[in-house]
């Protein structure tokens, strides 16, 4: 018999091995009580739905010209946005509608460096903080070559990567790029994206981190 599956939810066995139900949208978590089919489930289901609608209504609200929230839309149209992977769609949605909520309505072309390094403390994890950096040189990059928006040098190009400096971990028997290569394969093996992986180790190009899920699928 087909299983009917329910938009956003999920299920995992509890250390009691009872099977939990969580609704979970843009990153956000909330548990559901009972079962599908039960009124209770079906009650915080129903709210959890109208409140996802009444957060992308918000969204919907026009940005105005040359405002970061409009390259982002533009992006998602008319960028490569499309050609990605379904998996690096979802994780990229994710970010930009957070720097939509952060910084949507602010001209882009008055994003410094600074802006840059204020936006990025908005985002609590590590590997978050350095996607959106990453997402924002490219919007740059976007918004200048492909919309023709009139705008200077890239403030996000000399922004660092937040991570920890291979030197500080006692690995003296380790290079770098062997320390690198070693994680980059291990993120590519628990199933992370190539944008991913990108925005962890410091790959500059998608060719180098690319090569590891190359090497990955040969394997499999």
Not at 85 to 112: F, M, N, P, S, W
Not at 116 to 132: E, G, H, P, V, Y
Not at 157 to 171: D, F, K, M, N, P
Request: hydrophobic fraction near 40%; proline fraction near 3%.
């Amino acid at each position: 018999m087909a299983t009917m599956r329910l938009r956003y939810v999920h299920s995992f066995v509890d250390k009691t091995g009872r099977v939990r139900f969580y609704f979970r949208y843009r990153g956000k978590r909330w548990a559901l009580p009972g079962e599908p089919g039960t009124p209770e489930f079906s009650e915080c289901y129903g709210a959890l739905r109208r409140k996802c609608l009444a957060m992308q209504q918000a969204d919907n609200v026009a940005f105005g010209p040359g405002t970061v929230g409009l390259v982002i839309e533009k992006y998602l149209v008319g960028g490569d946005y499309t050609s990605k992977a379904r998996g690096t769609q979802r994780h990229y949605r994710v970010a930009l509608d957070r720097l939509k909520e952060i910084c949507g309505r602010a001209l882009i072309a008055d994003l410094q460096e600074r802006h840059i390094r204020q936006i990025r403390q908005r985002f609590t994890a590590t590997s978050k903080a350095d996607l959106a950096v990453m997402l924002l040189r490219m919007l740059w990059v976007f918004a200048k070559e492909v919309l023709a928006m009139d705008l200077g040098p890239n403030p996000a190009t000399e922004i660092r990567r937040l991570r920890v400096a291979t030197a500080q971990i006692g690995a003296t028997a380790c290079s770098a790029h062997g320390l690198r290569c070693n994680a980059a394969t291990a993120l590519i093996e628990a199933g992370c994206e190539v944008p991913q992986v990108m925005a962890i180790t410091g790959h500059k190009t998608f060719k180098e981190a690319q090569r590891y899920a190359s090497h990955r699928a040969r394997r499999s």
